[in-house]
Nanobody, 122 residues
Framework: QVYLVESGGGLVQAGGSLRLSCQATGGRFDMYAMGWFRQAPGKEREFVSDINWSGTSAEYAESVEGRFAISRDNTKKTLFLQMNSLTPDDTAVYYC???????????????WGQGTQVTVSA
């Protein structure tokens, strides 16, 4: 089983950028589709983006399309999320997650990191 640890969160002004990382240990990282999700205070956790095992296919939530970019480095067992043009609405705890099979933005992700806080000030 793979274990996930996120990093790279922090406080940034609106319009700024952050790059999140998710380091995997254990297991075969390249067997997993990977995703980023986020949960804002008082809201349910929501899908942000996902990427297939090889990094050749990615999807994005409409709210982040064109601003965020997901990528992965299987040799380093690391998942990334480049976030640009951040707005206060992007403030949330961001989680990375792994999925072996039957992966969709609403199900299939059964291994999660502990999350990293992203706060965007106006």
């Amino acid at each position: 089983q793979v274990y996930l640890v996120e990093s790279g969160g922090g406080l940034v002004q609106a319009g700024g950028s952050l790059r999140l990382s998710c380091q995997a240990t254990g297991g075969r990282f390249d067997m997993y589709a990977m995703g980023w999700f986020r949960q804002a205070p008082g809201k349910e956790r929501e899908f942000v983006s996902d990427i297939n095992w090889s990094g050749t296919s990615a999807e994005y939530a409409e709210s982040v399309e064109g601003r965020f970019a997901i990528s992965r480095d299987n040799t380093k067992k690391t998942l990334f999320l480049q976030m640009n043009s951040l707005t206060p609405d992007d403030t949330a705890v961001y989680y990375c997650a792994a999925c072996v099979a039957y992966c969709s933005r609403n199900s299939g992700y059964n291994t999660w990191g502990q999350g990293t806080q992203v706060t965007v000030s106006a």
